[in-house]
């Protein structure tokens, strides 16, 4: 009997035996493809235990920490964990954040699924821990442009600007290492600074998914003849024009 089965990971027998394959959905197959092979990687929030599961499985790390501030999920990534027989590869600890780690302990953590502000505060709170990664793979659900902000800030280039589509949504992955980014233009803030390594289609619905947000936000501001919206309607429209440019660039 295959020991779970659902929409964010699909176990099933390999030559009838105890030995399971298992297959993520875009977004944590995105994720988990960004790991460098032999890395100890720490998941921060890591809910039922897939990436983990994902990693040990296929020989990616040799060694995963699953991490996250609640007791369920964590339960269920530790007997996810246990029906793959990989409770010796294979740590959950109860905590905040990158709070359950040592500085040194791991060379990669996946923060996913939290939004972009909160993940930056999950840094700071942790700095000597994040002193000694190699790297960072983040996957924000809002605040994106604040994250790479806050990255840049605090001494981290980003590498990677991946975007990876699921059920009609564009999930934003970055990946950062120690050093310095060059600022080309500030709109790299809002869509990345490696948007042209992305499919060209995904990366122009992506664009277009923006120009519509922007234009919203200035018809809403324009109808709002308030003194302090004026800078703002000015800001957005530079904005705008910006994302433009970059559609017509793809």
């Known amino acids: 009997m295959v020991p779970f089965v659902n929409d964010n990971l699909i176990a099933k027998f390999k030559?009838?035996?105890?030995?399971?394959?298992?297959?993520?959905?875009?977004?944590?197959?995105?994720?988990?493809?960004?790991?460098?092979?032999?890395?100890?990687?720490a998941d921060i929030g890591t809910d039922h235990g897939y990436i983990p599961i994902y990693l040990l499985k296929n020989k990616i790390s040799p060694f995963v920490i699953a991490g996250d501030i609640n007791e369920k999920p964590l339960e269920s990534a530790e007997n996810n964990i246990k029906k793959y027989s990989l409770?010796?590869?294979?740590?959950?600890?109860?905590?905040?954040?990158?709070?359950?780690?040592?500085?040194?302990?791991?060379?990669?953590?996946?923060?996913?699924?939290?939004?972009?502000?909160?993940?930056?505060?999950?840094?700071?709170?942790?700095?000597?821990?994040v002193e000694k990664l190699n790297t960072l793979i983040l996957q924000p659900m809002q605040a994106q442009p604040e994250l790479r902000k806050y990255l840049?800030?605090?001494?981290?280039?980003?590498?990677?600007?991946?975007?990876v589509k699921e059920d009609h949504h564009i999930y934003e992955i970055i990946v950062a290492?120690?050093?310095?980014?060059?600022?080309?233009?500030?709109?790299?803030?809002?869509?990345?600074?490696?948007?042209?390594?992305?499919?060209?289609?995904?990366?122009?619905?992506?664009?277009?998914?923006?120009?519509r947000a922007t234009k919203m936000v200035i018809e809403n501001i324009s109808n709002?003849?308030?003194?302090?919206?004026?800078?703002?309607?000015?800001?957005?429209?530079?904005?705008?024009?910006k994302l433009e440019e970059v559609l017509e660039c793809l």
């Open 87 to 129: 409770s010796d590869k294979a740590e959950t600890r109860l905590g905040s954040g990158l709070s359950i780690l040592k500085p040194g302990e791991v060379d990669t953590v996946i923060v996913a699924g939290m939004g972009g502000l909160l993940i930056s505060d999950l840094l700071t709170t942790s700095k000597k821990v």
């Open 15 to 41: 030559r009838g035996d105890l030995e399971l394959s298992i297959r993520l959905t875009p977004r944590l197959q995105k994720i988990a493809d960004q790991v460098i092979e032999g890395d100890v990687v």
């Open 177 to 211: 290492k120690h050093g310095i980014q060059e600022i080309r233009d500030q709109i790299c803030y809002e869509i990345g600074f490696h948007i042209n390594s992305n499919p060209k289609p995904l990366a122009i619905e992506y664009i277009n998914g923006k120009i």
């Open 152 to 163: 840049i800030n605090n001494g981290f280039t980003i590498e990677k600007d991946i975007l």
């Open 224 to 241: 709002n003849a308030s003194e302090p919206s004026v800078e703002k309607l000015k800001e957005m429209n530079v904005k705008l024009k």
